[in-house]
């Protein structure tokens, strides 16, 4: 887990300014700060329902050409290589700032591990929508979905986590549309290690 940072006194979760003991270990390591995450929390009770409708609405009116695909378990076998194509792409597309990350192969295997990882951690935890099919308020689509399935089939559920890198404006943008409100802000720290000698 990166070392955690405290949010700006003018978001909520503020906490003491002190240094946490990971960064500085990161700092005394000769590491870099090259990210910047944001966790966000949505408090199940506290959701407006009206505005979440209004939000529905005007998604679905500029999604008019898309279908939407819900699944629990592993993703249906016809949509596998698509889901591919969108996890390589999330080492190209989302916001890394100074973070120096390859570009990542995935195949349908690799997938299929991760995809039991993440279940055996009992969460989701990825959204994507490629350049050529922006502007159709698809992640704002994908986010309210998946929000209203927790809802209906977790009702015990009190809240729900999401992070974000802070540059990422377009998706903390639907989240704090939602409702979730940043609590804590995580860094990223990178430290290049020298070439093997021969």
């Not at 502007?135 to 979905?145: C, D, E, N």
């Not at 992070?163 to 409702?179: M, S, T």
Request: aromatic share 6%; net charge negative; charged share 25%.
């Amino acid at each position: 887990m990166p070392p955690s940072e405290p949010i700006p006194s003018s978001e909520e979760g503020s906490t003491s300014p002190t240094p946490a003991g990971g960064v500085l270990f990161a700092t005394k390591a000769g590491a870099r700060p090259v990210t910047s995450e944001v966790r966000r929390l949505l408090r199940i009770g506290d959701i407006d329902d009206v505005h979440l409708s209004h939000l529905s609405e005007d998604a679905a009116a500029h999604s008019a050409d898309y279908s939407l695909i819900q699944w629990e378990g592993p993703a249906p076998t016809e949509i596998l290589d698509d889901l591919v194509v969108l996890h390589s792409r999330m080492t190209i597309d989302a916001p890394l700032e100074d973070l120096d990350w390859e570009p990542e192969n995935w195949t349908p295997e690799r997938y299929r591990e991760r995809e039991q990882r993440v279940a055996a951690n009992g969460s989701k935890c990825a959204t994507i929508v490629l350049p050529s099919h922006r502007g159709h308020r698809l992640g704002m689509l994908v986010k309210l979905a998946n929000l209203a399935y927790l809802r209906t089939s977790r009702p015990r559920a009190r809240a729900l986590n999401t992070w974000n890198a802070a540059i990422n404006d377009h998706l903390v943008g639907i989240n704090e549309a939602i409702g979730f409100r940043a609590v804590e802000r995580w860094r990223a720290w990178q430290l290049e290690l020298p070439s093997p000698t021969t």
